[in-house]
T-cell receptor
Framework: GEDVEQSLFLSVREGDSSVINCTYTDSSSTYLYWYKQEPGAGLQLLTYIFSNMDMKQDQRLTVLLNKKDKHLSLRIADTQTGDSAIYFCAESSNDYKLSFGAGTTVTVRA | DTAVSQTPKYLVTQMGNDKSIKCEQNLGHDTMYWYKQDSKKFLKIMFSYNNKELIINETVPNRFSPKSPDKAHLNLHINSLELGDSAVYFC??????????FGSGTRLTVV
């Protein structure tokens, strides 16, 4: 994850919005992804965005991409207890490699 | 049908042993990967095969040897296991660098 950085922890109250931020360094990134990992489980693809897009919305999830600043964010609306997990930002370019950030542990409190 | 399946799910073994992890994908993808997730949840690529050809080989001890008998399979063999090899190993596949799909992981514990 030296090419992809994200904050390590986020605590949010149930019903509020969560915003997870990520920065990356590779200007040739073509796709940027958000994965979710629940305890003891595998990696679930939540959403992705192509590098020529600014925003993508999918139900409670909104992805914002600022290509100039190489900044990606994931907003989860109406956060629920089931959203507690580790969220990984990842980027891919033409080198057939997916590079991950260190993961943000999201804790939802009642 | 599971898209990317890997076996076994759990593997507990003694130091010095040799073990293999198998992976199969039924998505028709052309590229397969092995990733290692350490105890701090950090995910790092180990190997990548495109159409059975090794294209990425990160700094991994040569005790780790991948084998891709065909486009749908990528196995990982580990010789002389060490305590530091304990981790979760994820297999993944993609098509032309897009649509990355991960298996459910193999938790390897070396005692």
């Amino acid at each position: 994850g030296e090419d992809v950085e994200q904050s390590l922890f986020l605590s949010v109250r149930e019903g509020d919005s969560s915003v997870i931020n990520c920065t990356y360094t590779d200007s040739s990134s073509t796709y940027l992804y958000w994965y979710k990992q629940e305890p003891g489980a595998g990696l679930q693809l939540l959403t992705y965005i192509f590098s020529n897009m600014d925003m993508k919305q999918d139900q409670r999830l909104t992805v914002l991409l600022n290509k100039k600043d190489k900044h990606l964010s994931l907003r989860i609306a109406d956060t629920q207890t089931g959203d507690s997990a580790i969220y990984f930002c990842a980027e891919s370019s033409n080198d057939y490699k997916l590079s991950f950030g260190a993961g943000t542990t999201v804790t939802v409190r009642a | 049908d599971t898209a990317v399946s890997q076996t076994p799910k759990y593997l507990v073994t003694q130091m010095g042993n040799d073990k293999s992890i198998k992976c199969e994908q039924n998505l028709g993808h052309d590229t397969m990967y092995w990733y290692k997730q350490d105890s701090k949840k950090f995910l790092k690529i180990m190997f990548s095969y495109n159409n059975k050809e090794l294209i990425i080989n990160e700094t991994v001890p040569n005790r780790f040897s991948p084998k891709s008998p065909d486009k749908a399979h990528l196995n990982l063999h580990i010789n002389s296991l060490e305590l530091g090899d304990s981790a979760v190993y994820f297999c993944a596949s993609s098509h032309r660098g897009y649509g990355y799909t991960f298996g459910s992981g193999t938790r390897l514990t070396v005692v």
